[in-house]
């Protein structure tokens, strides 16, 4: 059992509730009583003051049949706190063009509330990894502007 974060009461109380850790992490059992691990609470983007989970739009990104794979991140925007942003491997046999950029937008945004719409798409080759194979999103979030 771990006692807490050393010299930081107000974090350990944050951290643990009724002996439990909160760790963060987001999920959901379904009908056949699996359980699956959505995202991390962390992982929100606020937009005019709505919380936006990039897991939720990696979902449906991700069911469009020219992606392969995709992430999506936060990108300060003046104003407005983050906005979503896609970078997009392409599946194979798909080009990669401004219109097909638009159609994955366009895509997401017939599935969501407008204030979940992607911003904007980008095509990538490979996505920046750390060590133990994590996308490393804030390196991605920089290199959207």
């Known amino acids: 059992m771990a006692d807490g974060y050393q010299g930081a ?39 005019k003051g709505y919380n936006i989970y990039p897991a939720h739009l990696e979902e449906i990104l991700a069911a469009h049949p020219a992606a392969d794979e995709c992430a999506v991140v936060g990108v300060e925007s003046p104003g407005v706190g983050q906005v979503p942003f896609a970078f997009v491997i392409a599946a194979a046999g798909h080009a990669q063009s401004a219109d097909l950029a638009d159609e994955r937008g366009e895509f997401v945004a017939a599935r969501v509330a407008p204030h979940q719409r992607i911003r904007g798409v980008r095509f990538v080759a490979s996505f920046p990894m750390s060590p133990v194979g994590k996308i490393l999103e804030r390196e991605l979030a920089l290199s959207a502007g």
């Open 9 to 47: 009461p107000e974090r350990t109380a944050e951290q643990f509730v009724d002996g439990w850790l909160r760790t963060g992490d987001l999920g959901h059992v379904d009908a056949d009583g699996n359980l699956f691990v959505d995202g991390r609470a962390k992982d929100v983007l606020i937009y």
